[in-house]
């Protein structure tokens, strides 16, 4: 089955760093484009982020610009979001999310059950 | 960056209602759409992408069309599992930007 499943949310003051991860299986990992979208509380998904497969090449969405990085481990099967300088504003749930295939590289799926960021002092 | 307006922004409808959900992009996306679905405290569940092609294991009563600017869902009879939130998604360029959703409640 294939499965991700994100970590490493949490409160956190505004201008901390936060990493999330997102550790996936049941699928050949190093074959698939990897995605990162938020969803603040009651509203609607917004896009992050996405790093190719084998992790050379990197977008991120102009709110996040020089204050995210995305990254992936190919060993260990694992996505990750390091979050430096955050904002209220960056409060949301964050999913990680998987292109559908190695050809078909901006729609997502599956996604994983999300980790909730909340940037609050 | 590509503006996606999904209309209406809520639409109240009975089983086995036909629905209808409107997305216009603010330039043309080619064929370059998905849709997907949200029940609340879960994750978004792809139903249909390159504007008309169904994701596997979605039900045959959802469908999609359009081209250029505007694109359309339908779910032809409503079922209740289908009570949700509906997101239209751009992947024609560089930011890949959502619609504001279509939330489909249970007259």
């Known amino acids: 089955e294939v499965q991700l499943v994100e970590s490493g949310g949490g409160l956190i003051q505004p201008g901390g760093s936060l990493r999330l991860s997102c550790a996936a299986s049941?699928?050949?990992?190093?074959?698939?484009?990897m995605h990162w979208v938020r969803q603040a509380p009651g509203k609607g998904l917004v896009y992050v982020s996405r790093?190719?497969?084998?992790?050379?090449?990197?977008n991120y969405a102009d709110s996040v610009k020089g204050r995210f990085t995305i990254s992936r481990d190919n060993a260990e099967n694992t996505l990750y979001l390091q979050m430096n300088s955050l904002r209220v504003e960056d409060t949301a749930v964050y999913y990680c999310?998987?292109?559908?295939?190695?050809?078909?590289?901006?729609?997502?799926?599956?996604w994983g059950q999300g980790t909730l960021v909340t940037v609050s002092s | 960056d590509i503006q996606m307006t999904q209309s209406p922004s809520s639409v109240s409808a009975s089983v086995g209602d036909r629905v209808t959900i409107t997305c216009r992009a603010s330039?043309?996306?080619?064929?370059?759409l998905a849709w997907y679905q949200q029940k609340p405290g879960i994750a978004p569940k792809l139903l249909i992408y390159?504007?008309?092609t169904l994701q596997s294991g979605v039900p045959s009563r959802f469908s999609g069309s359009g081209s250029g600017t505007d694109f359309t869902l339908t779910i032809s009879s409503l079922q209740p599992e289908d009570f949700a939130t509906y997101y239209c998604?751009?992947?024609?360029?560089?930011?890949?930007?959502f619609g504001g959703g279509t939330k489909v409640e249970i007259k």
């Open positions: 390159t504007t008309s």
């Open positions: 790093i190719s497969s084998d992790g050379s090449s990197t």
């Open positions: 998604q751009q992947a024609n360029s560089f930011p890949l930007t």
């Open positions: 049941g699928f050949t990992f190093s074959n698939y484009w």
């Open positions: 999310a998987r292109a559908l295939s190695n050809t078909l590289i901006n729609w997502f799926d599956p």
């Open positions: 330039q043309g996306i080619n064929r370059w």
